[in-house]
């Protein structure tokens, strides 16, 4: 028996998904079989599964497929078309549109070992003078870990296919590990440190041996520490210390003279502020305007 497809009168309606008009979907009636595959293949073998345009300007590709047996050797479809520019995943960080960008971040901080408090008082009659040093054994300050404040956060972007290319994209991961030269999002130069991107490159296969390709999203990871001034380190005046630099202290061991005697101790004599990442500017890794698109300041 030969199987027939009909598309539904008057079933063909618009769809309107997470406020965008992008979508399409068609209703057809299946009879002459009683196999699921058997009239799916006939309802591919009498629609045209390629891009088509609607309203003159739209273009849409197939995306979903519903299907279901209401009667005996008679079935019920429903075929959705989008657009590609048309989100495929629903959620807060899936940008809409081509240079669209989404901006999702973790502020709980970070942690860090500090040998120096800023104030210390001590108890006890023969309790030794350490100044600010942090348990001291031995006469080594081996510090105590603390909470610092640190952020972390991602921004994930769609590119139009043409835009990326392996050179571009070398260029981007030579990129990681750098530090932004000029004001990047409102964080000040030496603050932002990029971590890499993350990318896919998403398509679909259709029954004619066509492939469409959809445009490129790309996610650009980053980590913010703040730049800091005015420190004193055991005495000696940091004036400034970058973000992403880093700090570190010379030290040497003496014997303590004091009254009660501390034994061996160490005195810093230096202090050095390192730059240990490439400064670039950020503008070159092709992220939407930040002046515009977020206004974090």
């Known amino acids: 028996m030969t199987i027939e497809v009909f598309e539904m009168l008057g079933t063909r309606h ?22 699921r595959d058997a009239a799916i293949n006939a309802l591919f073998a009498n629609i045209n599964l390629t891009p088509s345009v609607i309203n003159g300007t739209e273009i849409v590709i197939p995306d979903s ?31 809409k549109r081509i240079g669209e960008a989404t901006f999702s971040f973790d502020g709980t901080g970070g942690t860090t070992t500090i040998t120096q408090a800023y104030a210390q008082t001590k108890y006890g009659t023969n309790a030794p003078e350490h100044g600010n040093a942090i348990n ?30 392996l050179p571009w994209l070398r260029s981007i991961v030579l990129a990681t590990g750098c530090v932004n030269q000029d004001i990047f999002l409102g964080f000040a130069p030496g603050e932002v440190l990029f971590m890499g991107p993350t990318g896919s490159q998403p398509f679909a296969f259709f029954s004619d041996g ?11 990871r980053f980590a913010v520490s703040p730049n800091l001034t005015g420190l004193t380190i055991d005495g000696i005046a940091v004036p400034e210390k970058p973000g992403h630099d880093y700090l570190w202290r010379h030290r040497v061991r003496k014997t303590d003279t004091s009254t009660p005697p501390r034994g061996i ?3 810093t004599v230096g202090v050095y502020v390192s730059q240990v990442y490439r400064r670039i500017p950020f503008a070159t890794l092709g992220i939407a305007n930040p002046a515009v698109s977020f206004p974090v300041s």
Request: no cysteine; hydrophobic share 35%.
């Open 265 to 267: 101790t160490e005195k």
């Open 65 to 95: 497929l519903d299907i279901e047996e209401v009667t005996d050797e008679q079935w019920e479809a429903s075929i959705t078309f989008v657009s590609p520019d048309a989100a495929r995943i629903s959620g807060p960080r899936q940008p």
């Open 14 to 35: 618009r769809l309107n998904r997470a406020g965008t008009d992008t979508s399409l979907e068609s209703r057809y009636w299946i009879r002459g079989t009683d196999d």
């Open 136 to 165: 001291v054994v031995d006469g080594l300050a081996e510090g105590v870990e603390i909470s610092v404040p640190a952020l972390a956060f991602n921004i994930q972007q769609k590119f139009d296919g043409s835009t990326i290319t």
């Open 210 to 220: 066509q492939v469409q390709f959809a445009e490129r999203e790309m996610e650009f």
